[in-house]
């Protein structure tokens, strides 16, 4: 049962309180002085301490600072005749987590007791019958004919309950489940329906989603044509949508935020998706167009994101868009804090455009290290990981600092990235690109329950390098092991985040639209 400790010199006059507490499931311990307070919590663990505020002696102000010191981490409830506003400033500063004024009511103090004791529980408990409420219509809904809106809606509810569900172990793992229904139903969809989408040349309407090649000319130079204030693009390379959520929370305060999604072009991958981001157009374009660019990382995929620049500085020629533009990539820390100190000039430009590589930095870093899998072992320990990041991060003082100016910020990712789980056996040649998420070469075999074998790339809008090139791009959570030495790489690979294939957490991926408050 809670325990709560309570303080006050007139304790016998609140005996009927403390009766109904104890009548509603509470163990309370009565003393009648600072004194005595202190040295309880010495001796015993209270979940809640009720505490006087007018005493003898030592004072309520003074007992709190005594009791924080010896348990830092208990609730007190401050109480008090007074409604002076230093004294209550004065409480409050010795983090008192809520006070109330005399004379009391017994409801009053079990409310308070329900919020500050009960509160996370009664949470979960709402949380899980929400979830088990929705199991059903979410369960009708993947069995039916949806449209990528509905995906969108999905997902989000999908994301908002493995957000919220907390203590019940075995509801998670049916979430978890429902969400690898979700995928493989999603992979399906998007089989069905992506060289449709590909194939569509009067842009993103009703019929299809936003993709990658897109972002620009939908959310960031309609408002560089329509305000003459700085816009800032921010482009977080490897950020999901639920782990937007967690820095969203950290940036309403500072912001009026608009909300809208893209769908990552296939492979979800950087050097597909970002190119086709700051070029305006679909790799196979990119590749037609540069050719040079693309052909000189035919041996090293990272190298063909060089150009993002000239990419960036052509689109915007071709859509008329004038003033001074800045391109900033940063990949180390300090390179990201002295971007933080400097953040007040860039109000000159035009167009500010800045690629962050921490998040993809820190997948990448989890797959390679034990010690990061050890602290982040599933999605819940990943998010809240990106979030102390983000929360003690430059890119977060930047933002706190641009919430200070007139300014426009646009904020999306190139791709996101999932646990990869389960292996399947693909087969190539030596010229077979070594992603693990997707490929390519030709005359490549996978299975097609676990993988899209792509034989016409252009009908994804990919590039063909020479005469029967395809793909492969790996659906739900599976990754490519190659047969020899199979057990080998399935043990060294599995339960790494990578990215490149088809799955919500890949593909549905945020824009943010931000004016400061």
């Given at each position: 049962m809670p325990t709560i400790l309570w303080v006050d010199d007139q304790i016998d006059l609140l005996e009927p309180h403390i009766l109904f507490l104890e009548s509603k499931g509470y163990t309370v311990t009565k003393v009648t002085n600072g004194a005595d307070a202190v040295a309880r919590v010495?001796?015993?663990?209270?979940?809640?301490?009720?505490?006087?505020?007018?005493?003898p002696g030592m004072d309520g102000i003074e007992t709190l600072g005594e009791i924080k010191r010896e348990t830092p981490d208990v609730p007190v409830v401050m109480i008090t005749k007074s409604e002076e506003e230093e004294i209550m400033e004065d409480a409050i500063g010795g983090q008192i987590s809520d006070y109330l004024i005399k004379p009391v009511h017994p409801k009053q103090l079990l409310l308070t007791c329900k919020r500050i004791l009960d509160r996370k529980r009664i949470r979960d408990e709402h949380v899980s019958q929400d979830y088990l409420r929705s199991f059903r219509e979410i369960g009708m809904q993947l069995s039916g004919r949806l449209d990528w809106q509905d995906w969108i809606e999905v997902y989000r509810r999908l994301i908002g309950f493995d957000r919220e569900l907390e203590g019940d172990d075995s509801l998670r793992q049916v979430l978890e489940n429902q969400l690898g229904e979700a995928n493989q139903e999603f992979a399906r969809y998007i089989e069905d329906e992506y060289s449709g989408w590909i194939g569509m040349t009067d842009g993103a309407g009703e019929r299809r989603p936003v993709l990658s090649h897109e972002i620009f000319d939908q959310f960031v130079i309609p408002t560089l044509r329509g305000t003459d204030k700085p816009v800032y693009f921010f482009l977080i390379d490897c950020m999901r949508l639920d782990q937007w959520l967690e820095f969203q929370q950290l940036l309403f305060p500072l912001f009026e935020i608009e909300t809208d999604t893209h769908f990552s072009l296939l492979p979800t991958a950087t050097p597909y998706s970002r190119n086709a981001i700051f070029s305006g157009m679909l790799p196979a374009q990119i590749a037609q167009r540069w050719p040079k660019f693309w052909a000189e990382a035919e041996g090293d995929e990272h190298s063909r994101n060089r150009h993002e620049e000239e990419f960036l500085r052509d689109l915007l020629r071709r859509r008329h868009v004038d003033g001074r533009m800045q391109y900033e990539k940063i990949t180390k820390t300090d390179d990201g804090r002295n971007l933080a100190q400097q953040i007040s000039n860039y109000q000159q430009n035009r167009l500010s455009a800045i690629v962050v590589n921490f998040v993809d930095n820190l997948a990448h870093s989890r797959s390679d290290s034990a010690v990061l899998k050890e602290i982040a072992p599933d999605e819940r320990a990943y998010r809240a990981l990106t979030r102390t990041w983000f929360e003690h991060s430059w890119l977060y003082q930047v933002f706190q600092d641009l919430a200070r100016t007139d300014c426009h910020i646009v904020i999306t990712a190139d791709h996101g990235v999932i646990r990869s789980l389960r292996p399947t056996k693909v087969i190539?040649?030596?010229?077979?690109?070594?992603?693990l998420r997707y490929k390519f070469g030709r005359n490549l075999k996978c299975d097609g329950r676990h993988a899209i074998l792509v034989k016409d790339p252009h009908t994804y809008g990919l590039p063909s390098r020479q005469l029967n090139t395809n793909y492969i791009i790996a659906k739900e959570d599976y990754y490519f092991v190659y047969p020899t030495n199979y057990n080998h790489y399935v043990n060294h690979y599995k339960d790494t985040m990578?990215?490149?294939?088809i799955s919500l957490e890949e593909m549905i991926l945020p824009v943010l639209s931000l004016t400061p408050r």
């Open positions: 010495q001796d015993e663990r209270f979940d809640l301490v009720f505490l006087d505020e007018q005493m190539g040649d030596r010229e077979t690109s070594t992603s990578q990215h490149g294939g």
